[in-house]
């Protein structure tokens, strides 16, 4: 039911889950734009070619030149892809891969709701890495409307194919921290905030209700007095496949939703879900099992399936050992 991905896997030549399918590459075709590029040696554009120190691979050309700034980054739109918002790279060995027919464009200009206290440069971009080994990879026919900012080290992202994806996701984990989104999942004005090791991680087919909420931290720390030890520390989010999470729900730190379940509207949730259950509240809990639900209408009812009965050796509300012998 649940998954767990460990953040390592990620790097790349590694492989991914086998329902999560890596961006197949394909051979780039010369780029005739220009791309800001800074390194130790150089500041300047570079005029169809890819400076020494990074590696571009653009098969459409993007709307804003991308700013990449460091070593050994490695950048590449695939075919038939649209990209409207500014790309920003600073650091080193960081790799944003974008695959064939996406759509991508931000969800706040000027950089809205950003995590960041003091943006400055690069407030206008709403794709951002910035530190150093950082991965983003966004499998083809994905749209997003969203601001994505990755500051520091070691951190994960993968959006599967076909995924549509609206609003604010942050990774502000300085030593690493992973979110994976499987094929098909649909999101509206979500908030996704990883701000320390961990890993937040949606099955395939989710559907994330407006203004929903998504951490795996509180963000700030919280100490006990007399200990000194923290009381309220991270926690990975595991949801499964087919979820649905409501109106302006929250998912806190530690959450494990189950295939099939629906988080209610309002509800705030940060222990499990089993499958096909509704959970309602705050906190919230179970208030109707063996349920199915549909995106729409028009795909009509399931047919029937019964919630199964008890095993024999469980039916005696008073266990084995009360039933008498017929002797």
Request: some cysteine.
């Amino acid at each position: 039911m649940f998954r767990s991905v460990n953040v390592n896997s990620f790097h790349e030549g590694r492989t991914a889950p086998s329902h999560r399918q890596a961006i197949v590459a394909k051979r780039p075709r010369p780029y005739s734009g220009s791309v800001t590029t800074q390194g130790p040696d150089m500041s300047s554009k570079s005029e169809g070619l890819n400076a020494p120190e990074n590696r571009i691979d653009l098969r459409e050309h993007p709307r804003h030149a991308p700013q990449v700034e460091g070593t050994g980054n490695h950048l590449e739109i695939g075919e038939g892809t649209q990209v409207e918002s500014l790309i920003v790279i600073s650091g080193d060995d960081n790799r944003l891969i974008i695959g064939d027919g996406c759509t991508i464009s931000g969800f706040a200009p000027a950089g809205g709701g950003t995590a960041l206290i003091d943006p400055k440069p690069g407030a206008m971009a709403s794709l951002t890495i910035r530190g150093r080994g950082n991965t983003v990879e966004i499998d083809k026919s994905c749209r997003l409307g969203a601001n994505i900012t990755v500051v520091g080290d070691n951190s994960r992202i993968r959006l599967g194919p076909g995924c549509a994806i609206n609003g604010f996701i942050s990774l502000l984990s300085p030593t690493g921290c992973a979110l994976l989104v499987g094929a098909g999942t649909t999101m509206v004005q979500v908030s996704i905030q990883l701000h320390e090791p961990g890993q937040i991680i949606f099955g395939e087919d989710c559907m994330v209700s407006s203004q929903a909420y998504v951490s795996l931290s509180d963000i700030h720390p919280i100490y006990d007095r007399a200990t000194g030890q923290r009381a309220n520390a991270a926690a990975d989010v595991i949801i499964g496949d087919h979820v649905w999470l409501g109106l302006r729900s929250m998912i806190m730190k530690g959450a494990k939703i189950g295939d099939g379940a629906v988080v209610a509207a309002g509800a705030i949730l940060s222990g499990s879900a089993p499958d096909h259950a509704i959970m309602a509240g705050v906190p919230a809990r179970v208030v109707r099992e063996n349920i199915v639900w549909r995106r729409e209408l028009s795909e009509g009812a399931p047919e029937p399936e019964p919630a199964p009965l008890p095993s024999s050796r469980s039916w005696w509300p008073f266990g084995a050992s009360h039933i008498r012998s017929p002797d």
